[in-house]
């Protein structure tokens, strides 16, 4: 891969120019939802549209995932528990801990998008980046879902991986706000596996799971103090493992305005931190996949957040010279 020779400015980039970008979407991921639930399940179908009209992506950028097999699934998941799901017989407690319902459109759109990160783990070993306009589902457990999170896709997509032999050691990055439990608790025996961690301290999951590196935040963490703590971790953490691919929750919650968030990083923040995540892997010539991961605000100014990986990953891209 071309190495970085200056810092970039903060501009972000359109789709002129060569198509180097592997994108993944399906049309159903926006399954529908009672008008007064919180969960901002549109955001998935505005930003893809967000994307073609301000021509991020071209819409022959974007791959159509499958649902992923029952198979793969219980690599992870407890058949059990996916049966009672899909089945529409989980418990109530069980209902609400997770805090969805699982109505037909729901189940498929939850299978639709583990397959849709395996899918774009699978571009990104093909051709260095890509990107799931969806997933980042990292508070599901083996047996049980939470926290909005149903199957676990990201566990997933690394466990298949692992087995199938196409890689032989992975990395998962989690900066989504709420410490990513349900993936801490699906490799805490998987050597081949490591999981890391920013978030702030005192979110949900109020009891957490330990990551193999836990980065822990106080309360109203800005831009560059959160950026120093990745700076100084990320690239160590690179270097020792070496693994054969990032798998990147980019999630926007530690945003000054989320709702459910407590940190406080601006948009720049957010930019700052993918195109440190990207560049620290892509100049290390390991692939890197990233999921857009949790966000809660007004569906607008959140779809455009969840926007600035893609953006960043597109730069990215070009400045290293993949295809």
Avoid at 45 to 68: F, G, H, K, M, T
Avoid at 237 to 262: C, E, I, K
Wanted: with cysteine; hydrophobic share 40%.
């Amino acid at each position: 891969m071309a190495q970085r020779t200056k810092h970039e400015d903060c501009s972000l980039p359109t789709a002129a120019g060569p198509l180097t970008l592997h994108a993944v979407y399906h049309e159903l991921y926006s399954a529908p939802l009672p008008s007064t639930h919180r969960f901002p399940m549109a955001k998935f179908r505005l930003l893809r549209r967000l994307l073609l009209d301000e021509q991020v992506l071209q819409a022959n950028q974007i791959r159509r995932p499958l649902s992923i097999p029952r198979r793969d699934l219980e690599r992870i998941h407890r058949r059990s528990y996916h049966q009672a799901f899909s089945r529409d017989q989980l418990s109530r407690s069980e209902q609400r801990r997770i805090g969805l319902p699982a109505t037909r459109p729901l189940v498929q759109r939850t299978w639709l998008s583990v397959g849709g990160t395996l899918l774009t783990a699978r571009l990104a070993l093909q051709h260095g980046i890509a990107c799931h306009l969806a997933g980042g589902t990292h508070h599901a457990h083996p047996g049980f879902g939470s926290g909005f999170c149903i199957f676990n896709d990201v566990a997933t997509t690394a466990r298949v991986l692992l087995d199938n032999g196409e890689v032989q050691r992975l990395l998962v990055v989690d900066l989504d706000v709420h410490q990513g439990d349900g993936t801490a608790a699906c490799f805490a025996d998987e050597p081949r596996i490591t999981t890391l961690s920013v978030h702030a301290a005192s979110n949900f999951p109020l009891r957490k799971v330990a990551s193999d590196i836990d980065i822990p935040l106080e309360d109203a963490t800005g831009d560059d103090d959160y950026l120093a703590a990745i700076g100084d971790r990320l690239p160590q953490v690179l270097d020792d493992q070496q693994p054969d691919l990032v798998l990147f929750n980019a999630g926007v919650d530690p945003h000054r305005d989320d709702r459910l968030g407590r940190l406080e990083l601006s948009d720049e923040g957010l930019l700052r931190r993918d195109r440190l995540v990207l560049d620290a892997a892509l100049r290390r010539s390991i692939p890197i996949a990233t999921v857009i991961g949790g966000g809660y605000d007004e569906l607008m100014p959140l779809v455009r957040r969840h926007a600035i990986v893609i953006r960043a990953a597109v730069e990215q891209a070009r400045l290293f010279g993949l295809s």
